[in-house]
């Protein structure tokens, strides 16, 4: 998470090309927070329609924006509202961000998970990339905003991309089978969208994300053969995963990133109504207003809020977390144990270093993957941590997933592989993909087309 900061600030500084008057130009009225937008909460009975079913679409609000400063030059952009299922199968609403480039191929469409990390709704990416956004404290949608910069390089080579707000609009982070529905339900709505969108209702499909982003990703690989077995995704990058809460609470308390913690627990509490009172209870009076306070922040403010906080040490047990039975429960139904496997090929990149997420537990379940006849090349870091895998990673996973859209020769792999660098720095894909990147972001940001020329 932290290098992602620093792909932001090296990215955003092409902006220094900018005009300082465009950077600082007067704008309307910002876009209205999710949290007082009825378009985000339908009425009448969602059960009614099938998952996917989209419900309302519109233009945003606001237009589509670089760091929520420069506008990006789109074809088109929807917001679609969609029927999609909670963690316990019940219909609820969500949205998805339709962004359409120039010379589109609408036959290719890459579902882009934002890691969201946060516990308000008014962190959704379908608000946070819209221009003059309100980040909220510390610029909590900060990197949300940095993400656009791997979402437009696929928008450059022309795929369309739909990116929902797979938390839902309770945002419940870490609720991660409302995030692999959310997902796979996204997709179902974008395909549906032809009449408005253009896009092809048999497109190819690919799914991409990071950490949170991984999250969503990897439940909807897990989740497709049962929830939506008619959907041909044809392969999904993820990286930076999370299988297993508990040792991500056990790796983070104390540390840089421990705010995950409290985000989490309000996450999941927004789904499971029996945690928050117990949560509440066994927390120190002293320590509550600290713990809540996600509830009305994103995410670099989470950060920064419980910057080295020993988070388990706010409650009367400091193990309550980790051996209430109840919790325990939830913790392990949203982590990933392999019990389906994905028929949907991944490739998959992991930093051994992985201070968020121990990469044994990625290990051990792409072997449980393996051994059930999933197909997965994967790809472990040295060199690298959480954050700067974020970065390092992002242009093996983007060459992967062009191969897939192509239809190279090879690719995805059949089977499973594993290779181990010293440090991605040096793969081939830095060479072939970043300098474009990077060519790309600066020319979109002075006003381009955004889509191939």
């Given at each position: 998470?932290?290098?992602?900061?620093?792909?932001?600030?090296?990215?955003?500084?092409?902006?220094?090309?900018?005009?300082?008057?465009?950077?600082?130009?007067?704008?309307?009225?910002?876009?209205?927070?999710?949290?007082?937008?009825?378009?985000?909460?339908?009425?009448?009975?969602?059960?009614?329609?099938?998952?996917?079913?989209?419900?309302?679409?519109?233009?945003?609000?606001?237009?589509?924006?670089?760091?929520?400063?420069?506008?990006?030059?789109?074809?088109?952009?929807?917001?679609?509202?969609y029927r999609t299922s909670d963690n316990h199968g019940n219909a609820i609403a969500t949205v998805a961000t339709v962004l359409v480039p120039h010379n589109a191929d609408l036959?290719?469409?890459?579902?882009?998970?934002?890691?969201?990390?946060?516990?308000?709704?008014?962190?959704?990416?379908?608000?946070?990339?819209?221009?003059?956004?309100?980040?909220?404290?510390?610029?909590?949608?900060?990197?949300?905003?940095?993400?656009?910069?791997?979402?437009?390089?696929?928008?450059?080579?022309?795929?369309?991309?739909?990116?929902?707000?797979?938390?839902?609009?309770?945002?419940?982070?870490?609720?991660?089978?409302?995030?692999?529905?959310?997902?796979?339900?996204?997709?179902?709505?974008?395909?549906?969208?032809?009449?408005?969108?253009?896009?092809?209702?048999?497109?190819?499909?690919?799914?991409?994300?990071?950490?949170?982003?991984?999250?969503?990703?990897?439940?909807?690989?897990?989740?497709?053969?049962?929830?939506?077995?008619?959907?041909?995704?044809?392969?999904?990058?993820?990286?930076g995963t999370v299988p297993n809460v508990a040792n991500v609470i056990k790796a983070i308390?104390?540390?840089?990133?421990?705010?995950?913690?409290?985000?989490?627990?309000?996450?999941?509490?927004?789904?499971?109504?029996?945690?928050?009172?117990?949560?509440?209870?066994?927390?120190?009076?002293?320590?509550?207003?600290?713990?809540?306070?996600?509830?009305?922040?994103?995410?670099?403010?989470?950060?920064?809020?419980?910057?080295?906080?020993?988070?388990?040490?706010?409650?009367?047990?400091?193990?309550?977390?980790?051996?209430?039975?109840?919790?325990?429960?939830?913790?392990?139904?949203?982590?990933?144990?392999?019990?389906?496997?994905?028929?949907?090929?991944?490739?998959?990149?992991?930093?051994?270093?992985?201070?968020?997420?121990?990469?044994?537990?990625?290990?051990?379940?792409?072997?449980?993957?393996?051994?059930?006849?999933?197909?997965?090349?994967?790809?472990?870091?040295?060199?690298?941590?959480?954050?700067?895998?974020?970065?390092?990673?992002?242009?093996?996973?983007?060459?992967?997933?062009?191969?897939?859209?192509?239809?190279?020769?090879?690719?995805?792999?059949?089977?499973?592989?594993?290779?181990?660098?010293?440090?991605?720095?040096?793969?081939?894909?830095?060479?072939?993909?970043?300098?474009?990147?990077?060519?790309?972001?600066?020319?979109?940001?002075?006003?381009?087309?955004?889509?191939?020329?």
């Amino acid at each position: 998470m932290r290098l992602l900061t620093l792909l932001a600030a090296a990215l955003a500084g092409t902006a220094h090309a900018l005009p300082a008057s465009l950077l600082l130009q007067a704008r309307g009225d910002a876009p209205t927070l999710p949290s007082k937008d009825s378009f985000y909460f339908p009425q009448g009975d969602l059960s009614k329609s099938a998952p996917g079913t989209i419900l309302s679409q519109r233009a945003p609000p606001a237009a589509v924006a670089a760091f929520g400063i420069v506008p990006a030059k789109l074809n088109y952009t929807q917001q679609l509202l969609y029927r999609t299922s909670d963690n316990h199968g019940n219909a609820i609403a969500t949205v998805a961000t339709v962004l359409v480039p120039h010379n589109a191929d609408l036959g290719k469409l890459l579902s882009y998970q934002i890691a969201i990390d946060a516990a308000s709704i008014d962190c959704a990416p379908s608000y946070a990339l819209q221009e003059d956004s309100d980040r909220g404290a510390l610029a909590g949608t900060l990197l949300s905003q940095a993400e656009f910069l791997l979402i437009e390089a696929a928008l450059e080579q022309g795929w369309v991309v739909v990116v929902p707000d797979f938390q839902g609009p309770q945002s419940s982070y870490l609720a991660n089978k409302l995030a692999g529905y959310a997902t796979l339900d996204g997709i179902r709505a974008a395909l549906a969208s032809t009449a408005s969108t253009g896009i092809m209702s048999d497109a190819t499909v690919t799914m991409w994300g990071y950490s949170g982003g991984s999250l969503a990703s990897q439940w909807a690989a897990e989740l497709q053969p049962a929830y939506a077995p008619e959907l041909k995704i044809a392969g999904a990058a993820v990286g930076g995963t999370v299988p297993n809460v508990a040792n991500v609470i056990k790796a983070i308390n104390g540390q840089p990133l421990a705010g995950f913690i409290p985000t989490g627990v309000l996450g999941l509490a927004s789904q499971y109504p029996a945690a928050g009172p117990l949560v509440d209870a066994a927390l120190k009076p002293e320590s509550k207003a600290l713990f809540y306070s996600p509830l009305k922040q994103c995410l670099t403010a989470n950060a920064a809020a419980f910057l080295f906080k020993d988070v388990l040490g706010m409650f009367t047990d400091r193990n309550f977390l980790l051996t209430n039975e109840v919790l325990v429960g939830i913790t392990e139904e949203n982590s990933l144990v392999g019990k389906t496997t994905p028929t949907i090929p991944l490739f998959w990149y992991k930093s051994a270093m992985d201070e968020v997420s121990p990469v044994a537990d990625s290990d051990k379940l792409v072997d449980t993957y393996c051994a059930a006849g999933a197909s997965v090349e994967y790809v472990r870091d040295v060199l690298s941590n959480h954050g700067a895998y974020a970065v390092i990673g992002a242009p093996l996973a983007f060459s992967w997933l062009k191969g897939v859209m192509e239809g190279g020769q090879g690719v995805p792999k059949t089977g499973c592989s594993r290779k181990t660098q010293l440090s991605g720095v040096l793969d081939k894909s830095q060479f072939e993909v970043l300098p474009k990147l990077v060519a790309d972001t600066l020319l979109d940001l002075l006003g381009k087309n955004v889509g191939p020329i």
